[in-house]
């Protein structure tokens, strides 16, 4: 299911601000590390319907993106 454009932006925004803050990392840096996520893909094509999970739940998948890099 895709959402409405606009209040996708508006998601990506709070989860963004949101992992910044948990993360103590600049505005910058976690716009770079969201927008290159497997979360981001998956909330923009709308599959598993994530862009409808909490903007914690999606903070907690980033973190756990990096974890899993490493």
């Known amino acids: ?4 454009p606009v209040l996708l932006q508006k998601k ?5 601000a949101l992992y910044a803050e948990k993360e103590h ?14 979360t981001y893909k998956l ?5 598993s319907d994530m862009h409808c999970m909490s903007d914690d739940y999606l903070t ?3 973190k756990a993106e990096d974890i899993h890099k490493k």
């Open 1 to 4: 299911m895709l959402a409405h």
């Open 12 to 16: 990506y925004a709070r989860v963004i």
């Open 25 to 38: 990392i600049s505005l910058d840096a976690a716009l770079q590390k969201f927008y290159h996520s497997v």
């Open 43 to 47: 909330m923009k094509n709308g599959i």
């Open 60 to 62: 907690e998948e980033l």
